[in-house]
């Protein structure tokens, strides 16, 4: 047997979990209390949208984006397998492509800003 | 005397044989809370682009009922992501010292100390 | 003494088309294991009954059956845990070949194929032994202490999903030889242990570890191979100047 290129996306995968770990529950915590309707300063416009306009906070967002997503897409495909879909290479494909897809327009979006 | 093994078939129904596999499971699941709170970010950002009046209107999505509900939902599933990859990362990362290996609960500990120090960091700064 | 009812799976190959259950009551001892049973009922009621056992202390790993539905050495789960009747039956995700004992020849096959044996990193030492210290083989002990039961296996959801997946021990097992001082075999494990169906049919469930007997950590061993051949492949894509 030859070795994989699994690591392709396992690298990713293993990086997006531990930074959702990390980071993910306090962020949900903010949003929560603003649908609570205590938003959070930061989410004030003037305030999240001076922030967003700064070329690094860009970047740092878009990572998140992606690794966020990579990792909840690679999940997913995992889950999917052990639920019995069978069609491996087309849950992966699509769960990948999706994840491409929805990184691009955050990253569109962010370059708008 | 002439041999006939037989299979037995798999079934889904190996998720419920233990609650291991549950928890497995429930793990497993908190992808779709944490990819799904991400897209409603993705909007958010989509919104943040089209100016104070768009963001607005997402501030108000956020407050309805069932996106209150999602994100209790994604906090409590994010928290559980949490906690099994800190108790987890011990196993896959062993740190031996001299003779011995750090023990788990202090690669974990760390992580939790870490999570933290980082949560109240973002809180404090955001709020 | 306790009346304990055994519903144990049977199978004849030369005359059932499938396997059914058979209800056995035996008188136990209070500190007898569900092996004990076993034996009294081979040797009292039912001489056709068929399984593997041999050292009754755990270390010799051919007593793997699933008891209640868990997997178990049959010498180490014992009659005063149980309450009502015991179902025994076959390790898990393995043929029954006849009533308890399964066909095991993919795992040995599996085994053979990581070359669990050193091959030596450098020519034979100069005086008669090879040197280690503790810490060296400290690195490596825990993942000596397989049995081969296979009782990682009948708790792998994944192993009993993807029949070709490598599964806990061989992986384990290979990574002990990897991590053995003596050892410069890595190389040709990684062909093995490093394709689809070594360690990334793995989705870390953590059942193999939880029911091994000996306390190997197979499920940490699988995720240590992750790690190291995901940074090894960067390595050899990324920087593929960089002598490993």
């Not at chain 3, 005086?127 to 083989?137: M, N």
């Not at chain 3, 989705?203 to 939880?210: K, L, M, N, R, W």
Request: hydrophobic share 45%; glycine share 6%.
């Amino acid at each position: 047997m030859a070795k994989s290129n699994k690591p392709i996306v396992w690298g990713p995968f293993a990086a997006g979990g531990t930074l959702t770990a990390f980071l993910t529950p306090a962020l949900v915590l903010l949003t929560l209390l603003a649908a609570l309707g205590h938003a959070p300063d930061l989410l004030a416009y003037e305030r999240l949208h001076a922030l967003a306009s700064h070329w690094f906070a860009k970047l740092v967002a878009a990572g998140i984006v992606f690794l966020s997503l990579w990792s909840a897409a690679h999940r997913l495909r995992i889950t999917a397998y052990d639920l019995g879909v069978r069609a491996d290479t087309l849950v992966a494909t699509v769960l990948y492509a999706a994840t491409l897809a929805c990184t691009g327009a955050a990253i569109y979006y962010l370059l708008k800003i | 005397m002439s041999r006939k093994p037989y299979e037995r078939a798999i079934t889904s129904e190996w998720i419920f044989r233990h609650p291991r596999y549950v928890r497995y499971m429930v793990r497993e699941f908190s992808c779709l809370f944490i990819g799904g709170w991400t897209l409603l970010m993705v909007w958010g950002l989509k919104q943040l682009s089209e100016g104070p009046a768009a963001w607005a209107a997402f501030l108000e999505l956020l407050k309805s009922p069932a996106s209150i509900a999602f994100h209790l939902l994604t906090l409590a599933f994010a928290a559980y992501h949490s906690v099994t990859w800190f108790n987890l990362t011990p196993k896959a990362l062993p740190l031996q010292v001299g003779e011995e290996f750090v023990p788990d609960w202090v690669i974990a500990g760390a992580h939790y100390a870490g999570w933290a120090v980082l949560s109240s960091i973002i809180l404090a700064l955001a709020i | 003494m306790r009346q304990v009812e055994l519903e144990v799976l049977r199978y004849n190959p030369e005359t059932d088309r499938e396997p059914h259950f058979q209800r056995y009551s035996v008188d136990c001892q209070e500190e007898w294991v569900v092996l004990d049973a076993l034996n009294h009922v081979k040797e009292t009621l039912d001489p056709t009954l068929s399984y593997r056992w041999s050292c009754h202390m755990a270390v010799c790993g051919s007593c793997g059956m699933m008891v209640n539905g868990e997997p178990k050495l049959a010498c180490k789960a014992f009659l005063r845990d149980y309450q009502g009747v015991i179902r025994v039956e076959p390790l898990r995700h393995f043929p029954v070949e006849r009533d308890l004992v399964t066909v095991i020849d993919d795992f040995i096959a599996k085994l053979a194929s990581v070359k669990p044996y050193l091959i030596p990193r450098d020519k034979a030492p100069q005086a008669s032994e090879y040197r280690q210290t503790p810490a060296q083989l400290k690195r490596y002990k825990q993942f000596t202490l397989c049995i081969n039961c296979m009782l990682c296996y009948a708790a792998c959801p994944e192993y009993g999903l993807i029949p070709k997946y490598l599964g806990p021990a061989a992986i384990a097992l290979a990574h002990r030889w990897n991590r053995d001082s003596r050892d410069g075999g890595r190389d040709a494990r990684q062909e093995e242990i490093a394709a689809t169906e070594g360690a990334w049919e793995c989705s870390f469930v953590g059942a193999c570890s939880e029911v091994c007997p000996e306390h190997v950590d197979p499920a940490g061993a699988i995720q240590q191979v992750k790690i190291e051949s995901t940074v090894d492949w960067y390595q050899e894509h990324l920087m593929p100047w960089l002598k490993k």
